[in-house]
């Protein structure tokens, strides 16, 4: 019979390898966290974060009127109409995965205040064209939940958009340091647009099997 662990940081697979040298370790690519300053996210400086800072400015070019309303309990149901029609988007092509975020969001949602979760939308009038969830794992650094756009919106830049602005928030009214994106499940799309924001840190998971 064996023994299995997973989503082992770097020092947890080191004390279990010296604890457990039978331990046999896999390297979980698609859980591995990407975590960012929240001031390279929030100023997206430099040669490298030139075409994401074009996405922003289309968007604000786009829509010049757009505002934010921080997400609270009673405004959660903007996030999830612009969750909803994302995956209204991509309902097209089954998948599992979906069906899981859907049930997530709900959730979420639905516990705003218990999961002490925060967040925010972006407004073109009466229309939701984007959201961000996240909430704060430890002094100084936050966890990015959920972030979705679609339509018009997504097509002009409202990812970037949603993330520069958030993450401006975060820094200026949160003294956030680092914000962490979370992992990208194995998936080349999301794994993509991750590393897209040139992460400053890769914070690897491994699993263990002991036999």
Partial sequence: QELRFCLL??????????????ARFTLDEGDSDYIYSAAHLAKLPGRLNHKKKNHVSKFR?????????PL??????????????WLREHQDTPNRALTTERKSIRQ?????????LEGMVIMDGEEPAAMIVASQISDGVYDIHFEKSYGKYAESGGFAAINQI???YLLNEKNAVWI????????PGLRKAKLSYHPDLLLKK???TIS
């Fill in 180 to 187: 962490n994106r979370e992992e990208d499940l194995g998936s």
């Fill in 166 to 168: 958030f993450s401006e």
């Fill in 72 to 85: 609270r309990r009673d405004s959660a149901p903007l996030a999830g109409e612009v969750a909803e029609r």
């Fill in 61 to 69: 070019r786009t829509f010049p009127d757009f505002k934010t309303v």
């Fill in 108 to 116: 979420a949602l639905d516990l705003w205040d218990e999961l002490e």
């Fill in 9 to 22: 940081l770097e020092e947890q697979k080191e004390w279990l390898a010296r604890h457990m040298p039978q």
């Fill in 206 to 208: 491994y699993s263990a």
